[in-house]
């Protein structure tokens, strides 16, 4: 038999935890990522240590995005890293640069340290997006925050205008979230209604929804963002603010315990 809750439907004959333990968890864990009790791996997006305010930092942390779906993110960044800092394929993060060249050359550059995996679709996306930077926004994903005033809810709304043409893959809802989720922690952005930025349900943070009680094993993704939209709310922290501690949490097999 299962009840309603806030979070949505627990079985009855299960010892789980009530709600404001969980909610007491949920601030606890938090906690602990802040004080850095959680050892997990390090953060795996790797980087050149650019300046946080600059373009080329935006453009580092923007075009990578687009094409992360369906692959392993830290060998995504690790292939971002090594492409940025190999002069030769440098030119493909700058968009003023990349669109004066052969679509072939484009390509064989963002296979060469695997940045695209597949590289007709990978090097599509791409080039695409550096176009509409290139064309309509002076190069510059700082542009594209500033057309919608930094206001996550318009941001994502001028990013699915036309997605398909303009912005394919980084105007759907999971990759413009988490975009704006990586914008926030990398560069120095600050976005207006950032708590409209919501959790990216990956694989990790499922299964910490799920240790916290949150859940049940086999509750789907769009569950999960929902259920963390309630949450988020509750303790007063951001879907944003809490990816990074639960995703740490699950890779370093839920220690410290709560």
């Not at 963002?110 to 090097?123: C, D, I, M, Y």
């Amino acid at each position: 038999m299962y009840q309603q809750t806030m979070f949505g439907l627990m079985d009855d004959d299960e010892n789980i935890l009530n709600d404001e333990d969980v909610l007491e968890n949920v601030k606890k864990l938090y906690q602990l990522f802040l004080a850095g009790a959680i050892k997990g791996p390090e953060k795996h997006e790797v980087n050149p240590g650019l300046s946080r305010g600059s373009r080329e930092n935006y453009l580092y942390f923007t075009l990578p995005c687009c094409i992360n779906f369906q692959r392993n993110s830290p060998a995504l960044w690790q292939s971002a890293l090594d492409t940025y800092q190999d002069p030769s394929t440098n030119y493909v993060f700058f968009p003023e640069k990349l669109i004066g060249k052969e679509e072939e050359e484009v390509q064989r550059d963002l296979v060469r340290h695997k940045l695209a995996l597949q590289p007709n679709k990978h090097s599509r996306i791409w080039i695409n997006i550096c176009r509409t930077l290139a064309s309509y926004y002076k190069s510059d994903p700082k542009e594209v925050l500033r057309e919608s005033d930094f206001d996550t809810p318009l941001i994502i709304q001028t990013l699915q205008r036309d997605k398909k043409h303009l912005f394919p893959y980084l105007g759907g809802i999971k990759l413009s979230h988490y975009w704006l989720f990586i914008l926030s922690i990398f560069t120095d952005v600050e976005l207006k209604n950032i708590q409209e930025i919501s959790i990216i349900p990956d694989v990790h943070v499922i299964r910490s929804t799920v240790k916290l009680g949150l859940a049940k094993e086999g509750v789907q993704p769009l569950e999960v963002e929902q259920i963390w939209r309630k949450v988020s709310k509750e303790v007063g922290i951001s879907s944003a603010d809490m990816h990074s501690a639960l995703w740490r949490w699950s890779r370093n097999n839920f220690h410290p315990e709560l």
